[in-house]
């Protein structure tokens, strides 16, 4: 019954006559309600403490409207009675005086008197209505559910009385009966479906249903006849207690109980221990009866070291599981409580209101947006965010949240998982802040190089160029020896310049690797070539040697720098070898689609230790690092060829016995190409007066004077006059009116730069249909970004100062011989 029912009990439906009891058939058992009295004012009693309640009385029906009653004194008439037998459940009248169907009916000095009612009907086995229990009381009382229940079994006891009653009477009537009584109980126990028996006095089994010897393990030879105490280990100790309230009178009942069997099982019971009555009416003994729940044990058992598995991890983990329960309005957590996460001061109200309160207010709307396309579009809610603290830091945490609505789409619940992750956000923020001010500083550092570099290949420009013409000229010995020795100085300088270049690119990351076809037999050929003169001038031996079936392949990588590589190797063997010999060796192997090549420089010099082994290949390193130096170098030929070998995707290794000399190796797999490889260009320096260039018409835009001064006395060691501008714009003012061959571009100037001054020529070239003017960059800017941005601007090559007269005479001779069908990228 609902409360409203219970409340207003006029509301329910009317009773059928089917229904209501047989109040004939009621009294034909004969019953002998005075002796039945005691009982019912003892239960009557315990209903009015219950209530606290001053009256009360047990009605039992029979013919007419007047009950049987056990006490008499101020009490509603039938029309109560009646409305709880109807009913068949609790009646609870809050106040009798708001109840109009009973405020009508009451007689006037009661409806003074009484303002509570409460009633219980006493329903016998077979289910019939035999009567009611009723309090009373002179204010009202508000309805409790659990007191209305506990008000039920106490009108169930009385039912029960009343059958024990009953079974008095009907064994009293005659000895026969009482044993067909026994007989029937005993067959009932013995077709039992739950585990039942039964004991006499001295609890020694009587009879038992199979379930209960199947459960215990037992015979009912085994045990009939027998004490419990005697068959059950501790019994005696754990039930004696029980075993005696039930041979008293009382039912005693056991939620979870605990049995220990003779053959070592282990096994969980509820039970209710009842006493039964002989002919006389005397407790006989006790109905033992037992259902297993051993399963529902073990589960709840494994639910609960589940759930503290769940716990450690959840605590050790730093994660908390949360949930809002909308319908129970509950705010449930388990897991982690340090900082940031659900606690005891997070009520149900305060997270209900708006989940999202908790969240730091910068990172509370992606969390809102990402809920929102949750709920409406079922993507998954998985994301990181701040929980506010108070007064304290706030925590990082990772967060997943899920809504679980019910069959008609409303949102009854929210589960969420909110884990820990302070310190490795921190770290990955200190990280990410660290790595971006590193970058920053690289950014930095290259920067100052490119304009280091651009600062002094300027003037190095003006070194080299006037040295190299100069040396052109007409000069004595003494002073073609001092310009031989500036020009030496100034190309020693330019390779340090260019090493510290490529050392900066590799720690930047910035180091690019072109992939074109070459030939890894030119290329050894070609250093070999570079180097033989020198090795020669020593009295060394120089061979090279080229051995494998696949020496004819051509290969995809990166020629420039595989001979830089090749030839920081075999400077080094001609630098530290005073005598003897350097062999250069390829092997060249097909394995699938590449080519395996293993390049070996090997020389008889100075040799190397075990202890400068292991430091060869760092930075800053050199074989001969005493005071008393004896070979120059930076230290940073070996350690850029071992970056160059690794970007390639190989390695490069030595081995070496002091004072027997070394043997570096290279080892490189390189896809195999297709096409024949293209020399690249130049390769070395040729001859300025091999061919007649002196026709040519040149633009130099150049703003620095010195190194329009170098350009002018090298092309006119060719004998041409060039035009010379200072700034980008008047480049393209001049080139515009005029017809020239060939524009030289710097790209740092004022007014326009190089860049920007390539751009307008070609630009105007396809917008006045005239034919495209080979342009050559010529400048101190010599970053891999620097050639890019001149290729990507329109110029033909990227000439890098500083720039001696050979390769500049030759560059301008190739160039000479372009046309716009055969232009192609000129690098040097």
């Not at 009653?69 to 708001?98: Q, Y």
């Not at 076809?517 to 070609?526: C, I, M, T």
């Not at 008393?628 to 930076?634: I, K, L, M, P």
């Not at 633009?699 to 035009?723: C, F, K, M, W, Y």
């Amino acid at each position: 019954m609902d409360q409203a029912d219970a409340r207003s009990p006029e509301l329910r439906p009317e009773t059928r006559d089917e229904d209501r009891p047989n109040y004939e058939r009621i009294l034909d058992r004969d019953i002998d309600f005075e002796g039945l009295k005691p009982s019912f004012d003892r239960i009557v009693r315990v209903a009015m403490a219950l209530f606290g309640a001053p009256d009360g009385e047990v009605s039992i029906l029979r013919p007419g409207d007047i009950p049987w009653r056990s006490k008499g004194g101020a009490s509603p008439n039938t029309v109560f009675t009646n409305m709880v037998i109807d009913g068949g459940e609790v009646v609870w009248i809050e106040d009798l005086r708001r109840n109009k169907t009973l405020s009508d009916a009451l007689e006037p000095h009661v409806a003074e008197v009484v303002r509570f009612g409460a009633g219980a009907p006493i329903r016998l086995a077979s289910g019939e209505k035999v009567g009611v229990l009723a309090v009373f009381d002179v204010k009202p009382h508000a309805f409790d559910a659990r007191l209305a229940r506990r008000f039920q079994d106490l009108a169930d006891l009385i039912a029960d009385d009343w059958e024990r009653r009953e079974a008095i009477l009907a064994r009293a009537r005659a000895e026969a009966e009482a044993r067909a009584a026994r007989a029937t109980l005993a067959s009932v126990v013995q077709a039992a479906p739950v585990a039942l028996a039964m004991t006499d006095r001295e609890l020694r089994i009587i009879q038992g249903s199979p379930r209960w010897f199947e459960e215990r393990g037992f015979t009912p030879a085994q045990v009939i006849g027998r004490s419990l105490y005697d068959i059950l280990p501790g019994a005696r100790e754990r039930w004696s207690s029980a075993f005696d309230r039930a041979l008293s009178g009382d039912t005693v009942r056991g939620e979870r109980v605990r049995l220990d069997l003779p053959d070592g099982r282990t096994v969980w019971l509820r039970t209710e221990h009842t006493p039964w009555r002989d002919a006389t009416g005397e407790i006989g003994g006790v109905m033992l009866m037992s259902v297993d729940i051993t399963d529902v044990i073990d589960a709840l058992e494994a639910s609960e070291r589940s759930e503290q598995r769940l716990l450690l991890a959840s605590e050790i983990g730093e994660v908390n599981i949360w949930e809002v329960d909308f319908r129970r309005r509950e705010l449930n957590g388990l897991g982690w409580k340090g900082r940031g996460f659900v606690d005891a001061e997070i009520t149900y109200e305060y997270m209900a209101g708006d989940i999202w309160r908790v969240v730091h207010p910068e990172d509370r709307p992606a969390a809102i947006a990402l809920w929102e396309r949750h709920l409406q579009a079922g993507e998954p809610f998985r994301t990181t965010y701040r929980l506010l603290q108070g007064d304290q830091p706030d925590v990082w945490v990772e967060s997943a949240i899920e809504a679980v609505r019910d069959d008609q789409g409303e949102l009854i619940r929210v589960v969420g998982v909110v884990r820990n992750i302070d310190h490795e956000k921190r770290a990955a923020l200190a990280l990410t802040r660290a790595r971006d001010e590193a970058e920053a500083a690289n950014r930095a550092k290259s920067e100052f190089l490119a304009n280091m570099s651009h600062e002094i290949r300027t003037p190095l420009n003006g070194v080299m160029g006037v040295a190299s013409a100069l040396g052109r000229s007409s000069l004595d010995p003494r002073q073609r020896e001092m310009v031989g020795l500036i020009e030496s100085s100034a190309q020693t300088l330019e390779a340090l310049l260019s090493d510290v270049l490529d050392l900066a690119r590799i720690e930047a990351g910035r180091l690019e690797m072109r992939r074109e076809a070459l030939s890894p037999v030119q290329a050894l050929q070609d250093v070999g070539a570079l180097f033989r003169a020198a090795a020669e001038a020593k009295g060394l031996d120089f061979a090279i040697d080229l051995q494998g079936e696949a020496l004819q392949r051509t290969v995809l990588g990166d020629g420039a720098r595989l001979r830089q590589v090749l030839s920081n190797l075999v400077s080094n063997a001609v630098k530290f070898t005073a005598s003897g010999a350097i062999a250069l060796s390829l092997s060249a192997e097909t394995e699938g689609d590449q080519v395996a090549c293993v390049f070996r420089v090997r020389d008889t010099g100075i040799g190397f230790d075990a202890d400068t082994a292991r430091r060869l290949f760092d930075r800053f390193e050199q074989a001969d690092g005493s005071i008393t130096r004896r070979y120059g170098g930076s230290g940073l030929g070996l350690a850029i060829s071992r970056s160059l070998a690794a970007a390639m995707g190989g390695e490069l290794c030595a081995s070496s016995i002091p004072g027997a000399g070394s043997v570096f190796e290279l080892r490189l797999s390189l896809d195999a190409a297709e096409s024949d490889p293209r020399t690249g260009w130049p390769a070395e320096a040729t001859d300025a007066h091999g061919g007649d260039i002196g026709a040519l018409r040149v633009l130099l835009a150049e703003d620095h004077a010195t190194n329009r001064r170098v350009v002018q006395l090298i092309l006119g060691s060719a004998g041409i006059e060039p035009t010379c501008v200072e700034n980008g714009a008047e480049a393209v003012d001049i080139w515009s009116v005029g017809d020239f061959d060939l524009v030289l571009m710097d790209m740092q100037m004022p007014v326009m730069d190089g860049l920007t001054a390539i751009r307008a020529i070609r630009a105007r070239e396809a917008v006045e249909g005239r034919g495209p003017v080979t342009i050559l960059a010529l400048t101190a800017n010599a970053m891999p970004e620097d050639v890019a941005a001149t290729r990507a601007a329109g110029a033909d090559g990227h000439l890098t100062k500083p720039i001696t007269a050979a390769s500049l005479l030759d560059a301008v001779r190739q160039a000479s011989s372009l046309d716009a069908r055969s232009r192609d990228r000129l690098t040097a």
